[in-house]
């Protein structure tokens, strides 16, 4: 029975309109297709679930498992709590991801259970949008304790981060370190960290960009930490972070991939770990982007290899928003005859506005069109 109706419903999304996941939904082609999960046909649909469907925007799928958590039979308390996230600023499109994910948030009482958390996050530097961000990604938090679990998770990075503008930025980016285990995973991770000799710069990198290498287990991070100092990365800098992230995220199946992926450009064991402990970046793009990227700067921009190899912050640069734009202007320069050659590494690791200086200011009169050239593949890309 289960298997038919999950049968019938995928037919029933596929062929419907797009409009019924937004709340415009048909209610006795849906109810019929809902009555299949239940043991009786005849058996009316939970009001629940229907009102997941119908004013939540969740998918009928998603609504009828969340009916086995979830009983209400009026819409009043359902429709404050639908009120109140749209007073935040939520959307048709948000509000399924929200309550998809935390159903029983719809039989919360706000005032209870919603303010005291919003005021809380407010009163600790965090902005409307802000709030909005964190809920959207972890719901959860409006049913955390503030005293037991927000008020001490937030304490403690406090005391790790450099200032209160990169604490909001790295609880915004990622809002499960307000409900994360401290004692299980982060405090053991930060504690093995700074014994093996890595700076805090690392550390907050780590909380700002990939606070889930935290989240690991201690002898899981600490073979990794090993393996990158073993490579000669050293653990001052801040680049061990993205080098013990990359070691911990790649398996060896992937990692020796890359491996092969290099060599086919001429790259020596020797050249490639050379170019990670500069650049770890060079190992944590997929094989696809990487042979992408070569083929880029070697093909189309006639870079050797090598030259690649021993710049390979090169590789961590958005080809479409950054590279091709500026070989775009390098192209009509060279064919001015004003450079001798597109294989330029200064014009790619300049910043924009050093770039402006050295590659389009001085030709505005040779070359009038270069600064707009530059500017449409900016905001095509």
């Not at 419907?16 to 999960?37: E, H």
């Not at 990604?137 to 955390?144: D, F, M, N, Q």
């Not at 606070?211 to 801040?238: F, Y």
């Not at 990359?246 to 050249?271: C, H």
Request: hydrophobic share 40%.
């Amino acid at each position: 029975m289960l298997h038919r109706a999950r049968f019938v419903l995928k037919n029933w999304l596929l062929h419907s309109d797009s409009s019924c996941l937004s709340g415009r939904v048909n209610p006795c082609t849906l109810l019929s297709c809902l009555r299949l999960f239940s043991s009786d046909p005849t058996a009316p649909v939970p009001f629940a679930v229907s009102y997941l469907i119908n004013e939540c925007g969740v998918r009928p799928e998603s609504a009828a498992s969340a009916g086995k958590y979830i009983h209400f039979e009026t819409p009043e308390r359902a429709d404050v709590v639908l009120g109140f996230f749209r007073n935040l600023g939520f959307t048709d499109s948000q509000l399924p991801k929200v309550f998809g994910r935390r159903p029983r948030l719809l039989m919360s009482d706000p005032q209870k259970h919603f303010v005291p958390r919003i005021r809380f996050l407010e009163s600790n530097g965090f902005s409307t949008s802000d709030i909005a961000q964190i809920l959207l990604r972890t719901p959860e938090i409006l049913h955390s304790s503030i005293e037991n679990q927000l008020l001490p998770n937030l304490n403690f990075f406090k005391t790790v981060m450099p200032s209160d503008e990169n604490l909001i930025r790295a609880i915004r980016r990622s809002p499960f370190l307000l409900t994360c285990e401290l004692e299980t995973y982060v405090i053991p991770s930060i504690k093995i960290l700074r014994e093996s000799g890595a700076g805090e710069s690392s550390i907050v990198r780590l909380l700002l960009f990939h606070p889930r290498t935290l989240m690991t287990s201690r002898s899981q991070l600490s073979q990794a930490i090993e393996r990158v100092k073993k490579m000669g990365v050293d653990p001052r800098l801040t680049l061990f972070s993205i080098a013990v992230q990359t070691i911990r995220g790649v398996s060896k199946g992937t990692w020796d991939s890359k491996i092969d992926a290099y060599k086919k450009w001429g790259w020596s064991n020797e050249l490639i770990l050379k170019a990670f402990t500069k650049s770890p970046w060079c190992m944590a793009m997929s094989v696809k982007k990487l042979m992408a990227n070569m083929d880029y700067y070697v093909n189309k921009m006639g870079f050797d290899p090598l030259v690649i190899a021993a710049r390979p912050i090169l590789l961590a640069f958005s080809l479409d928003k950054r590279i091709m734009p500026r070989d775009a202007v390098l192209c009509v320069l060279l064919s001015k005859g004003l450079i001798e050659s597109r294989a330029s590494v200064q014009a790619l690791v300049l910043t924009n506005e050093g770039f402006q200086k050295k590659f389009l200011d001085p030709y505005k009169e040779q070359a009038p069109e270069l600064l707009q050239l530059f500017q449409e593949k900016l905001r095509t890309c």
